[in-house]
């Protein structure tokens, strides 16, 4: 058999770039696809091949996918990676950025998944790994979209994995905890932007400090780390079903499998004490 082919979306920075180097370094033939083209040119050192990809655009997605079918006749393995973070208040937000939130996150994902699915019956194997997050199974003040987005990631994957199953196809999903890279920074600014003044500002300050902490953070993993886990599912005869991933994720969900509600919610906000603006309100508390 030639080289298998893998495909990893949202490859400019972070998870998807360090996943994108990895698997080639395993011997796959990579496809790496972001709208920042130019972020990703150092991977062609790695041997991997970029292309421009927006995920929430339908002739790119078609456009990328089918030029890798032209030139391969298959896709192996899908690491649908694109996402942001985006963060504020419900009662704050546009809708159409939360609309944008689920394009991104979610449509898009589940758009390249229909896009590789037909080869990969054909073949009777392949691979999807979604990237979601510890934020698929707890929450934040002020991320009501973000967490709704990876909550579906979830669910959608569960789906997924049982209806393939007869085809060959295995499903994975990767559940990062705090990664060190400007994912963190990126969300903190548009939640300020959106919630740093007004009503929910002391909550603001405080949680927009612990997002934009997790870069070179001690309490926050190396993109790398992340990027084994996804090469584990992307070789292992038997993959896992979910990759909690990275310092504390496995700890913080199993306090959130075992504490009742209102005593996570308590955990959760001592957490957030640690950092500047930790004199804002708890989640539940006025701010006026």
């Not at 421009?52 to 990676?81: C, F, K, M, P, Y």
């Not at 919630?195 to 902490?213: E, I, M, N, R, T």
């Not at 896992?240 to 306090?255: D, N, Q």
């Not at 509600?261 to 906000?269: E, G, I, K």
Request: no cysteine.
């Amino acid at each position: 058999m030639n080289q298998p082919v893998a495909f990893v979306t949202g490859a400019s920075t972070g998870i998807g770039f360090e996943a994108a180097r990895k698997l080639a370094a395993h011997g796959f033939t990579v496809y790496a696809g972001a709208r920042r083209v130019e972020k990703m040119e150092p991977l062609r050192a790695d041997g991997v091949r970029i292309l421009a990809l927006d995920v929430t655009d339908e002739a790119s997605l078609e456009a990328a996918v089918g030029e890798v079918l032209a030139a391969h006749g298959r896709i192996d393995v899908l690491v649908n990676n694109a996402g942001y973070g985006s963060y504020g208040s419900l009662e704050e937000v546009e809708p159409a950025e939360g609309r944008r939130q689920f394009a991104v996150n979610l449509f898009g994902l589940a758009r390249m998944t229909q896009l590789v699915l037909p080869g990969m019956r054909s073949a009777g194997r392949g691979r999807i790994i979604n990237i979601s997050s510890i934020g698929g199974k707890m929450y934040e003040p002020l991320g009501a979209w973000y967490h709704a987005t990876k909550f579906a990631v979830e669910g959608l994957s569960d789906s997924l994995r049982v209806e393939l199953k007869p085809h060959g196809i295995d499903v994975s999903i990767i559940e990062p905890g705090g990664t060190q890279s400007e994912w963190g920074a990126i969300a903190a600014e548009g939640l300020l932007a959106n919630s740093g003044a007004g009503p929910y500002a002391a909550q603001a300050k405080v949680v927009a400090a612990a997002l934009a902490s997790t870069d070179g953070s001690a309490l926050s993993s190396h993109p790398a780390v992340i990027a084994d886990a996804i090469v584990h599912a992307a070789t292992s005869p038997k993959p896992k079903t979910r990759y909690p991933v990275g310092k504390g994720a496995g700890a913080i969900l199993l306090l959130r499998r075992l504490l009742p509600d209102r005593a996570f919610d308590a955990v959760l906000w001592n957490i957030y004490k640690r950092f500047p603006g930790q004199q804002g309100p708890r989640p539940g508390q006025g701010t006026n």
